[in-house]
């Protein structure tokens, strides 16, 4: 597919950047049908829920139409729902009726390595657990994957755990993939078959991103060439396949009902929509909720739609989302003009460099050319991002200009982007030349000792859902990655690109999304009882923080900083919750007490009726939405489980931004046992000024051998309220 219109779908497609679009056209007409996600919550604790129970639910609301044959998926094996074609008016009926917690449209949403683990240091001889390493099962949720890729050989592999329960549809699996869906109820689909395999090349990269094999003398045609492997090179991979030419919110919401079901210790989703959506109207959300309670967690991208602010997109506390980050590898190509004179710009070019240069020339846009104009030549055209017209006009290469320049995309031919700022003296050259002539050369890796730095597209915080709890919550390589690809794929995604490759560079919050998957993995094959949210805790408070003098947004952009998978597996302590908890802080939110009881399943009461704050949740970093130029004051109570050493000593330290006044009480903690838990109080104190201004602090609990880090970070408007 052919790129359209610069940036979104730019990121999009070029990068297969999972992201959305919303594409939901709300029936216009009375009996237009669409697909609507009818929301249950909770499977009952008694006795089951059958395709019958949804069928006769739908009779009772269709007008005069069959149920069986607007159904378009039953959900009971990890939760209660149905998807339906249904008119608006039936939609209406149904959300007015008993039992139900929502009902929305189902959205079409997008999908949003091997150097960036040394960066991490996180060396292929770190430290493992085999043994348990490989009973934790990844789920991927994705576009499917390339299951000979080398990636995914299951050579000296051990038999597949005995708690899996899940199935292998379409695909031959082995001990490495053990599972194998896929979920395709309406959306139409270009692939060539109907199958988990994929034909994109996203999943395949996700899945050798989290967890795939250590492979040798890996590059993309000898860039970025070295050792290809996943953090967790023992993990077993089972692939649902959500994403086709889209990925129906419906589809994925089957998907999380049988990884759920299946037995997946991580799900790994690199998908998402373009904004933020309240937690029961969004699939993932919905999905992961229900994951969680079953121990289950949900490692999803924060989105490419940054670098405004509000535009993280997958925001519930209940999953762990990340943002991307670059790594010491930043990847370069040269634009040589006949006066010598060598522009640095950036794109993935892996066509040789040419002995000989070809005339250069200048268009406007890079639309609407024709052969007569452009065969043969290097066409400077501006601000663009889509070379399908000069590439289908036989051009020999392409310069552009642009902004955010800190990542690199591929293309069908020899074309690369240069700084907006070098516009003059491009055209200067052009116009004052009798022949002009450039020659564009092929990529080359250097050491960018800056990073790590957040991706301009990374979605930035906050999270337009709930202020106060922080999203993203961590940062990870997500800029030129190289990982398995799908060699029935175009490498750069443009139709008429007939290279085809097992190993690809491509960038988004998608390739940072398995590395925190696999970190989790590395983690949890440490501690196999360990609770989602303890895992969570354990990431986050161990990641290294970032340079602040780099990132005007600070924890916005990059949460509580560069995931750190070896210090995670010894956190010292770890802020836990549970289910129990987040139904508290739901309630805190102001869903109401049928409602809750409907997600939970539980004789859940909420205890204020008053609405409160998510401050209260036991989450491992602090965030305060405040007014403009007010004074205020924030505290949050916090309670910290000792996973470290018994008989151990942990002393606070403060450091935070002049504006705040930042307090803990009391700021000494001792614990005798293991699994003991003490509770302290962070008081934040101050006033901003200006609207977007944001200021942020850091508690750091440290016993002299752990260091337990939780940044706090006070912000106020955004641009959406
Ligand atoms: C990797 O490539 C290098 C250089 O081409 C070669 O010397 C080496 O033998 C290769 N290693 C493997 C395991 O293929
Ligand atoms: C290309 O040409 C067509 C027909 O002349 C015109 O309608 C269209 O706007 C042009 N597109 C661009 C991007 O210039
Ligand atoms: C591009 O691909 C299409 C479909 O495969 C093909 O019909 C067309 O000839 C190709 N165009 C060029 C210029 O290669
Ligand atoms: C330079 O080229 C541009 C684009 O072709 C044209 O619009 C402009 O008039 C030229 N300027 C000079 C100084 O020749
Ligand atoms: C942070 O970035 C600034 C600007 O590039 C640099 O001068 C400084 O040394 C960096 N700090 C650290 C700790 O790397
Ligand atoms: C609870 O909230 C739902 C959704 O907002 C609403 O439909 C329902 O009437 C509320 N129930 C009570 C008891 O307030």
């Given at each position: 597919?052919?790129p359209k219109s610069y940036p ?5 497609s ?10 939901a056209s709300?029936a216009?007409a009375?009996?237009e049908?669409?697909v609507?996600?009818?929301?249950m919550?909770h499977l009952?604790?008694?006795?089951y829920i059958?395709?019958?129970h ?15 044959e ?10 209660n729902?149905?998807?339906?074609k249904l ?6 009926k149904l959300?007015g009726?008993?039992?139900?917690v929502?009902?929305?449209p189902?959205k079409n949403?997008k999908?949003?390595?091997t150097r960036s683990?040394?960066?991490?240091r996180f060396?292929?001889t770190?430290?493992?657990n ?7 099962i990844i789920?991927?949720l ?9 990636s ?5 592999v ?13 695909l ?8 194998a869906r896929?979920?395709h ?8 078959e109907d199958?988990?395999r ?5 999943g395949?990269?996700?899945a050798s ?6 492979v040798?003398?890996t590059?993309?045609?000898g860039l970025?060439?070295g050792?290809?492997?996943g953090?967790?090179?023992s993990?077993r991979?089972a ?12 589809d994925i919401l089957?998907?999380f009902?049988?990884a759920?079901a299946?037995g997946?210790?991580i ?5 998402g929509?373009?904004?933020a ?6 699939v993932?959300?919905?999905g992961?909720?229900?994951a969680?309670r079953?121990?289950?967690?949900v490692?999803a991208?924060g989105?490419?739609?940054?670098p405004?602010r509000?535009t993280v997109s997958?925001?519930a506390?209940?999953?762990?989302v990340?943002a991307a ?5 930043h990847?370069?190509d040269?634009?040589v ?8 710009g950036?794109?993935?070019n892996?066509?040789p ?5 070809y ?7 890079c ?5 007569d ?18 590439f289908?006009?036989?051009a020999?290469?392409?310069v552009?200009?642009?902004t955010?320049?800190?990542f690199?995309f591929?293309?069908?031919l020899?074309?690369?982007?240069v700084?907006?700022s070098?516009?003059?003296s491009l055209?200067?050259?052009i116009?004052?030349t009798?022949?002009?002539v450039?020659n ?6 250097v ?6 730095v957040i991706?301009s597209?990374?979605?930035?915080g906050?999270?337009?859902i709930?202020p106060?709890?922080?999203?993203p ?5 997500g800029?030129?990655?190289?990982a398995g690809w799908?060699?029935e794929a175009s490498?750069?995604e ?9 190993y690809?560079?491509?960038s ?12 989790a993995?590395?983690?949890k ?9 303890a895992i969570m805790?354990a990431?986050?408070?161990?990641a290294?923080?970032?340079n602040?003098?780099?990132h005007?947004?600070?924890e916005l952009a990059?949460?509580?900083g560069?995931v750190n ?7 010292g302590l770890v802020?836990d ?5 987040y ?5 805190d939110?102001?869903?109401?007490v049928?409602?809750i009881?409907?997600i939970?399943?539980?004789?859940s ?9 998510a401050?209260?949740l036991?989450y ?14 924030g505290k949050f109570?916090?309670?910290v489980?000792n ?7 942990y002393t606070?330290r403060?450091?935070s931004?002049p504006?705040?006044k ?7 903690l ?7 838990n003490?509770?302290?109080v962070v008081?934040?104190s ?14 750091i609990w440290?016993?002299?051998k752990?260091s337990?880090?939780?940044p706090?970070?006070v912000h106020?408007?955004n641009?959406?309220?």
């Amino acid at each position: 597919m052919a790129p359209k219109s610069y940036p979104l779908w730019l990121l999009v497609s070029l990068t297969t950047i999972v992201f959305i679009s919303l594409c939901a056209s709300f029936a216009e007409a009375n009996e237009e049908r669409q697909v609507y996600i009818v929301y249950m919550g909770h499977l009952p604790s008694e006795g089951y829920i059958t395709e019958s129970h949804h069928l006769n639910l739908l009779d009772q609301v269709l007008d005069g139409s069959s149920a069986r044959e607007n159904l378009v998926y039953s959900y009971r094996r990890s939760f209660n729902g149905l998807a339906a074609k249904l008119t608006k008016q039936e939609k209406e009926k149904l959300a007015g009726m008993e039992g139900i917690v929502s009902v929305f449209p189902s959205k079409n949403l997008k999908p949003h390595t091997t150097r960036s683990w040394d960066f991490l240091r996180f060396p292929e001889t770190v430290r493992r657990n085999p043994a348990l390493e490989s009973d934790v099962i990844i789920g991927m949720l994705d576009t499917g994957i390339w299951p000979e890729s080398k990636s995914f050989s299951d050579e000296g592999v051990g038999p597949r755990p005995s708690k899996w329960k899940g199935a292998c549809i379409s695909l031959k699996c082995n001990n490495k993939i053990i599972g194998a869906r896929y979920y395709h109820s309406l959306s139409e689909s270009s692939d060539s078959e109907d199958s988990a395999r994929d034909f994109d090349g996203h999943g395949t990269h996700t899945a050798s991103t989290a967890a795939g094999r250590s492979v040798q003398n890996t590059s993309l045609y000898g860039l970025a060439g070295g050792t290809a492997r996943g953090a967790a090179p023992s993990a077993r991979i089972a692939v649902y396949k959500i994403c086709w030419e889209v990925c129906g919110e419906h589809d994925i919401l089957a998907a999380f009902n049988d990884a759920v079901a299946d037995g997946v210790d991580i799900i790994s989703i690199s998908v998402g929509s373009y904004a933020a959506e309240d937690y029961f109207n969004d699939v993932i959300a919905i999905g992961a909720f229900h994951a969680m309670r079953k121990g289950i967690l949900v490692s999803a991208s924060g989105g490419n739609n940054g670098p405004d602010r509000g535009t993280v997109s997958n925001v519930a506390p209940w999953m762990l989302v990340s943002a991307a980050s670059s790594t010491d590898r930043h990847i370069i190509d040269k634009l040589v003009m006949g006066n010598r004179r060598t522009i640095v710009g950036t794109s993935i070019n892996t066509f040789p460099t040419e002995k000989r240069s070809y005339p250069f020339i200048s268009a406007e846009t890079c639309y609407n050319l024709t052969q007569d104009m452009v065969k043969g030549k290097i066409v400077f055209c501006g601000t663009s991002a889509d070379v399908s017209g000069p590439f289908l006009a036989g051009a020999e290469g392409v310069v552009m200009l642009g902004t955010d320049i800190d990542f690199a995309f591929s293309y069908p031919l020899p074309a690369l982007t240069v700084s907006s700022s070098e516009r003059s003296s491009l055209i200067e050259y052009i116009n004052k030349t009798r022949n002009p002539v450039a020659n564009i050369h092929k990529s080359e890796a250097v050491f960018d000792s800056t990073a790590p730095v957040i991706a301009s597209f990374s979605s930035r915080g906050p999270n337009i859902i709930t202020p106060d709890i922080l999203k993203p919550d961590i940062s990870a390589p997500g800029i030129n990655i190289l990982a398995g690809w799908s060699p029935e794929a175009s490498m750069s995604e443009y139709d008429n690109d007939t290279r085809s490759v097992m190993y690809n560079i491509v960038s988004g919050t998608s390739m940072a999304c398995p590395h925190v998957t696999g970190a989790a993995a590395y983690v949890k094959s440490f501690h196999p009882k360990w609770s989602p949210a303890a895992i969570m805790s354990a990431l986050v408070t161990t990641a290294s923080p970032m340079n602040l003098s780099l990132h005007q947004d600070a924890e916005l952009a990059y949460g509580a900083g560069q995931v750190n998978p070896r210090k995670a597996v010894n956190p010292g302590l770890v802020y836990d919750a549970t289910a129990q908890d987040y139904i508290k802080m739901l309630c805190d939110q102001g869903y109401n007490v049928s409602m809750i009881r409907r997600i939970s399943g539980e004789k859940s009461s909420c205890s204020k009726s008053k609405k409160g704050s998510a401050r209260g949740l036991n989450y491992p970093t602090m965030a305060l939405f405040v007014k403009l130029d007010k004074p205020f004051i924030g505290k949050f109570l916090r309670t910290v489980t000792n996973v470290g050493k018994e008989d151990s000593k942990y002393t606070a330290r403060i450091s935070s931004d002049p504006k705040l006044k930042v307090t803990v009480e009391p700021n000494q903690l001792s614990f005798r046992k293991l699994h003991e838990n003490q509770k302290f109080v962070v008081t934040v104190s101050g006033r901003l000024h200006g609207m977007n201004s944001l200021a942020s602090a850091s508690v750091i609990w440290s016993d002299g051998k752990h260091s337990v880090r939780s940044p706090i970070i006070v912000h106020t408007k955004n641009k959406e309220q």
